[in-house]
């Protein structure tokens, strides 16, 4: 455990950023399904609707740090492939 105050403080912050990330990289997993689903049922407007708010959550996602950069790239590279191939 920590026993100076500057190690108090890390733990702090610690605590609070590990939140803030998981809160993050969890609606981003859920944005992912919501164009996975919509890709499944077959609806191409409810699909694009769903990947642009994606890509708007993992850009954000990279730009904090939570994902790398190639990874996100990867997973709006495959979602946009997904809801192109429904559409023609």
Do not use: W
Not at 8 to 34: D, E, G, L, P
Not at 40 to 67: C, H, P, Q, T, Y
Request: contains cysteine; positive net charge.
């Amino acid at each position: 455990m920590a026993n100076h105050a500057s190690a108090k403080k890390r733990v702090r912050q610690t605590v609070k950023r590990t939140a803030r990330n998981r809160q993050i990289s969890t609606y981003v997993r859920t944005c992912v399904k919501r164009v996975r689903a919509a890709v499944e049922a077959g609806d191409a407007s409810a699909a694009k609707k769903a990947l642009i708010e994606a890509e708007s959550r993992i850009d954000g996602a990279v730009s904090k740090g939570i994902f790398h950069r190639k990874t996100g790239s990867r997973y709006i590279s495959r979602l946009t492939h997904q809801v192109n191939a429904l559409q023609g």
